[in-house]
């Protein structure tokens, strides 16, 4: 597979209304769930183990709140193109971040090229999001205190 269609190859799936209609009515069921099964078609079931349940269960969460949800492997590695994509910002920023450390890379050897680690862009965007939240935080009790800013 090509560098470049690591995020094109991902798993996506989109439930339409009815399904997310259906899927709020699994979650509502499965929140006391005990355990997840298959069954096979030979009729055997399989108890699946529980971090796969609750990775399911993250999944009909979103999906029934009409998210679309992408399953990749976090120590997938990605191209600064592929990091700027998922950011939603350029890739001449993304340059920056990794020269700066912000988000940690790899070299390749021999090359000036590098790759990022998935679950190093996920945590690197999970800093961003708390620090908007804290800044929002800040905005609303300036303007609750009725404070310029």
Do not use: C, K, W
């Not at 096979?40 to 529980?50: F, M, R, Y």
């Amino acid at each position: 597979m090509s560098r470049t269609g690591v995020l094109a190859n991902a798993t996506r799936v989109e439930a339409d209304g009815d399904e997310q209609e259906f899927l709020a009515r699994v979650e509502a069921t499965a929140e006391n769930a005990a355990q997840l099964v298959l069954r096979g078609t030979d009729g055997q079931d399989i108890v699946l183990p529980e971090p796969l349940l609750t990775l399911v269960l993250a999944a009909i969460h979103d999906l029934a709140r009409g998210n679309a949800v992408l399953a990749l492997a976090v120590e997938t590695r990605l191209t600064p193109n592929e990091v700027a994509q998922m950011l939603g910002v350029s890739r001449p920023f993304v340059t920056r971040l990794l020269d700066e450390g912000e988000i940690p890379a790899q070299h390749l050897p021999d090359s000036r090229h590098r790759l990022v680690r998935l679950a190093d862009v996920l945590a690197f965007q999970a800093r961003r999001e708390r620090r908007a939240e804290g800044r929002r935080r800040i905005i609303g009790a300036a303007e609750d205190a009725d404070l310029p800013y």
